[in-house]
């Protein structure tokens, strides 16, 4: 299986500052095809999670372009560039590459 | 606009059993490839299973910790798609979604059924 880490497991930031999440996959996630498979999701509290990110680095429709994903290989790293409240949720990376699909633990965005 | 309902969710005792239901609309549920994943009480995201389209094969895979006690099906007459699961241990308990995270249109989460497997 592949294993996804995540870091850091939680992260405060000042509204207006940057932010940074790290992903670690333990394979890579470069598809033959040349797509990386790596996504990342937001899950509010008390929702379900919403896609941010796809295939590395496509941000999905109506998500704000303070949001990026970058990386490749088994490096990957999803920025904010000016942090707002709503941005407060449990961040997650996934892989698609294979099955069993597995996620990252989640890292937990507070505001200051 | 995409929505996935899942309903379905109860309290089960151990051994027991039970089937949750997802109604898909807003895109073609014939093409997609649809996923269950779960969540217990203040965990992170667990994987579950996820079955392909009819064209691809309706062919199914399934994580270690479900395999052989639970079933994805669909029928795409009713754009709807179903996990029998059978034998439920108290680790099943959890927050159960389907959701569009391979293929197309990806991404999308229904709102979640919760199953408490308790005795």
């Known amino acids: 299986d592949i294993v996804m880490t995540q870091s850091p497991l939680s992260l405060t930031v000042t509204p207006g500052e940057p932010a940074s999440i790290s992903c670690r996959s333990s394979?890579?996630?470069?598809?033959?095809?040349?797509?990386?498979?790596l996504d990342w999701y937001l899950q509010k509290p008390g929702q379900s999670p919403q896609i941010l990110i796809s295939?590395?680095?496509n941000r999905a429709s109506g998500v704000p372009d303070r949001f990026s994903g970058s990386g490749s290989g088994t490096d990957f790293t999803l920025k904010i560039s000016r942090v707002e409240a709503e941005d407060v949720g449990i961040y997650y990376c996934?892989?698609?590459?294979?099955?069993?699909?597995?996620f990252g633990q989640g890292t937990r965005l507070e505001i200051k | 606009e995409v929505q996935l309902v899942e309903s379905g969710g109860d309290l089960v005792k151990p051994g027991g059993s039970l089937r949750l239901s997802c109604a898909a609309s807003?895109?073609?549920?014939?093409?997609?490839?649809m996923s269950w994943v779960r969540q217990a009480p203040g965990k992170g995201l667990e994987w579950i299973g996820r079955?392909?389209?009819?064209?691809?094969?309706?062919?199914?895979d399934y994580a270690a910790p479900v395999k052989g006690r639970f079933t994805i099906s669909r029928d795409d007459s009713k754009n709807t798609l179903y996990l029998q699961m059978n034998s439920l241990k108290i680790e099943d308990t959890a927050v159960y979604y389907c959701?569009?995270?391979?293929?197309?249109?990806?991404?999308?989460w229904g709102q979640g059924t919760l199953v408490t497997v308790s005795s």
């Open positions: 295939l590395g680095s």
């Open positions: 959701s569009t995270i391979l293929g197309l249109p990806r991404g999308y």
């Open positions: 079955i392909k389209s009819k064209t691809d094969g309706e062919t199914t």
């Open positions: 807003g895109f073609t549920f014939i093409n997609a490839w």
């Open positions: 996934m892989q698609a590459l294979q099955t069993p699909i597995t």
């Open positions: 394979q890579n996630l470069l598809h033959s095809n040349g797509y990386k498979y």
